[in-house]
């Protein structure tokens, strides 16, 4: 252009910053300043909104500056977008000041500045706020009452939800997409999918996407999947776009058994809309098929290859699973393989891995692991000083994880339900309850947790009245409601402790039903008092809910075997035959060099196994010559003696 003015550079900033380039239109504004044309409340307006966009606070510090020497401060649309700036630059305090010295307050400046504090998740100022936007007669709009809605996320707040509803009413808001959207959240996260689902049903000409995936979502967050799948299906037959916060959505609600084989309906439908590349809907998929009652390792694997962009939860998923499904050499080389493609390591990898140095009980490598822990500045990390106490604890080394809790702040439960679990089951039960009571002594949240290790510690101890007393004041005294992992501990104590009876009565007590973790425990204890009796009763039933699960033919079959009752313990091992039911072997680890070696009984699959073999082969040959030779020598000595006293 050979003739350019402020219009003209106004609008080019604008066009710039519009479409994502601060940097170009911020060149421009200091290039049409060096050639003298004069900045006006649009040039600050559009130059502003880039500086918030794009979080340049010292950019825009500079230009308020120029704003005061320009002599615009006062004007609405400037003060307006710098107040903007400010707030979304996370500096509320100087916002809130360019607010109290605006001469003239628009809607937008009073709905920036309750944004900003809403952001601040500020509860009490931002509707002290509203309430004076409202005193002084300026507009609601749907800009002011969605950011409130958000802070309304607690059944606690559902009265002052019904207000507020009642106020969007009285602003002619209630048919306006987003506040009906923000709306049917709200009501859902403070409890009450009642209204959600009237709010949904009532406003259904003012349906959009994100309408639909609100609704999906409040299903899922009240435990209603099938009405979560139902709705996806809807959104469907109703001609709605589904996104990737729906699919991710509608694969959480596949997590529980009764929804698995919708999962990967779901997998199918993912990759026909050609979304199988996005990292979030795969990361939902590594969850769901990791969750999955079949343990599906190989499929999880499978969507991790697949990701073109791994994040962080990719691998930590990934890492997380093999740690819990116990393959733990495999989440040791994973976790190095993340290190080799510098993934950040964060709480959530370090705490798989050392769950997994435990159950190995490799030791130098848990060490290593607590090293770079220490280097990344995580060691006292809730999440991985609690895993770095059960590591200790698991290798034997109790002062160690002593050390570590003393270390890591005393503000959570997590670390010190580690330690009590540590010495309950190392049998230091002194020293579990000591920890208990400066636990409460110290006013720390109690969890279910916490008593799931204290009542493990009395069981191993063999301490009844405690654990009773613990178990009977739990939600008197404590309020923490009695969970089927409490009633299994009590059973175990009571079982350890033989006392049948009260194990039997507990369960009959109970005001849910028992799952299959309680039975096997009372089956347990059964074998430990001798009740083979009750033992085939509660055996009948635990094979009819969980006919797959091992353990309850074993410990039926070593009853039977103790009672010299070969028939029946023959009819129950053909029984596992044709279930096709296989007794899990046990496995002992050694740590050589810093490598994990794995054995269970008459195992080859190690590659030195031969050479082990051949080696515990030739030491059995020098204990048998021993013990012959020791047999010799103590005949010769009673031979001696007797002839001794034969003469």
Known sequence: MSHRDTVSWNTMIAGYVNV????????????????????????????????????????????????IKVGCELDVYTASSLLDMYSKCGKLGDAYMVFKMMSERSSVSWNAMIAGFVEQADFETSFELFCCM??????????????????????????????????????????????????????????????????????????????????????????????????FFDMQEFGFERDIYTYTTVISACFEEPYQVYGECFHCLIIKAGLENSTAIANTLISMYLKSSRKAMVDALRVFESIDHRDSV?????????????????????????????VGIDHYSFSAVLRSCADLAALQLGRQVHVLALKSGLESNEHVAGSLIFMYSKCGL???????????????????????????????????????????????????????????????????????????????KYGIPLRMEHYACAIDLFGRAGHLDEAKTLVKSMPFEPDAMVWKTLLGACRNCGDVEYANQIASHLLEIVPEEHCTYVILSDMYGRLKR???????????????????????????????????????????????????EGLMNEIRMLKRASNSEAFVQEWAVFDGCCG
Not at 44 to 50: D, E, H, M, P, V
């Open 20 to 67: 994502g380039c601060f940097s170009t239109s911020w060149e421009l504004f200091n290039d049409m300043r060096r050639r003298k044309f004069s900045v006006d409340e649009y040039t600050f307006g559009s130059i502003l909104k880039g500086i918030a966009c794009n979080g340049k606070l010292i950019c825009g510090e500079q230009l308020h500056s120029m704003v």
């Open 134 to 231: 409202e005193n002084e007669g300026m507009k609601i709009h749907d800009g002011t009452v969605a950011p409130l809605l958000t802070l309304l996320n607690d059944p606690d707040y559902f009265r002052l939800m019904i207000q507020l509803h009642s106020k969007i009413i009285k602003h002619g808001l209630s048919s306006n997409t987003t506040v009906c959207n923000a709306l049917l959240t709200s009501y859902s996260e403070c409890g009450s999918l009642e209204h959600a689902e009237k709010l949904f049903n009532d406003a259904f000409d003012v349906h959009d996407s994100i309408t639909w995936n609100s609704m999906l979502g409040a299903y899922l967050l009240h435990n209603k999947e099938k009405l979560a799948i139902k709705i």
């Open 314 to 342: 990719s691998w930590n998923s990934v890492l997380t699973g093999l740690s819990q499904y116990g393959l733990n050499e495999d989440a040791v080389k994973f976790f190095g393989e993340m290190r080799s493609h510098d």
């Open 398 to 476: 109790l002062d160690d994880a002593r050390k570590s809790f003393e270390e890591t702040p005393k503000d959570s439960p997590i670390t010190w339900n580690f330690a009590i679990f540590g010495y309950a089951q190392h049998g230091q039960g002194e020293l579990a309850l000591e920890l208990f009571h400066q636990m409460t002594k110290s006013k720390v949240k109690l969890d279910h947790v916490t008593f799931v290790a204290v009542l493990t510690a009395c069981s191993h101890m063999g301490w009844v009245e405690e654990g009773r007393h613990i178990l009977k004041t739990m939600e008197s």
């Open 566 to 616: 070969w028939d029946e313990r023959a009819n129950l091992t053909r029984l596992m035959r044709e279930r096709g039911v296989r007794k899990v072997p046990g496995w002992s680890w050694m740590e050589i060099n810093n490598e994990s070696h794995a054995f269970n009984a008459e195992d080859t699959s190690h590659p030195n196994s031969k050479e082990i073999y051949d080696t515990l």
